[in-house]
């Protein structure tokens, strides 16, 4: 069964606007939190992570939000540039270190 | 630019035929995780070591798929025998990980993958 879920496979914005990628997970023992993002035949690369201990953490663009309560994390990216077409993953983890159970992919597109 | 390295990028076999992916870890990382990716699946763990030492690897069909590190520079995965449904991209991912108390990033960096193909 699928423990991190993102619901949307597709996501298309204008270039400079805000981009929202959203995850959901099942699992109460998560503790750690990434995005990584995926061009074609590449690997995926680590974008942005948030242990469970906080509710936010921003990197430049990129702001990963995490609500607890609500087994909720979102990736904002603003302002949305071209080059951040990409398939972006959600995962998690019991602890970091530990193997990391990924979400199926949200493909955003961002168009000029 | 230190990177992890997997070959072959891309592999066609037929059925019942032996395959080996091998990954090449960062150097100097402790923890190597093989991982694959379906159309249906997304990404799935298969298995991870940590200082060579397998520590999980209830993501492999143990039947057909083994895993190991001969040494610390080289982790394989093989297929016997190969079947059509083992069809996917296989991705190794490498980790420092520090078990200290301290929280680190502790970030997995992953290689371009071997996309196998089994006829």
């Known amino acids: 069964d699928q423990q991190v879920k993102q619901n949307s496979p597709s996501l298309s914005v204008q270039e400079g606007r805000i981009s929202i990628l959203n995850c959901d997970y099942t699992?109460?023992?998560?503790?750690?939190f990434l995005w990584y993002k995926k061009y074609p035949a590449e690997g995926p690369t680590f974008l942005i992570s948030i242990s469970s201990i906080k509710d936010k953490n921003e990197d430049g663009r990129f702001t990963v939000f995490l609500n607890k309560s609500a087994k909720h994390l979102s990736l904002h990216i603003v302002p949305s540039q071209p080059g951040d077409s990409a398939v972006y993953f959600c995962?998690?983890?019991?602890?970091?270190?530990?193997?990391?159970?990924f979400g199926k992919g949200t493909s955003l597109l961002v168009t000029p | 630019d230190a990177r992890v390295t997997q070959t072959p990028r891309h592999k066609v076999t037929e059925m019942g035929q032996e395959v080996t992916m091998r990954c090449q870890p960062i150097l100097g990382h402790n923890t190597v995780f093989w991982y694959r990716q379906t159309m249906m699946q997304g990404l799935e763990l298969l298995a991870y070591f940590r200082n060579r030492a397998p520590l999980d690897d209830s993501g492999m069909p143990k039947d057909r798929f083994s895993a190991e590190m001969p040494d610390a520079t080289l982790a394989t995965l093989k297929i016997q025998p190969s079947e059509p449904r083992d069809s996917a991209v296989y991705f190794c991912a490498s980790g420092l990980v520090r078990l200290a108390g301290v929280v680190a990033k502790n970030i997995q960096y992953f290689g371009a993958g071997t996309r196998l193909s089994v006829l």
């Open positions: 699992n109460s023992m998560f503790d750690y």
């Open positions: 995962a998690a983890s019991q602890h970091p270190g530990y193997a990391l159970n």
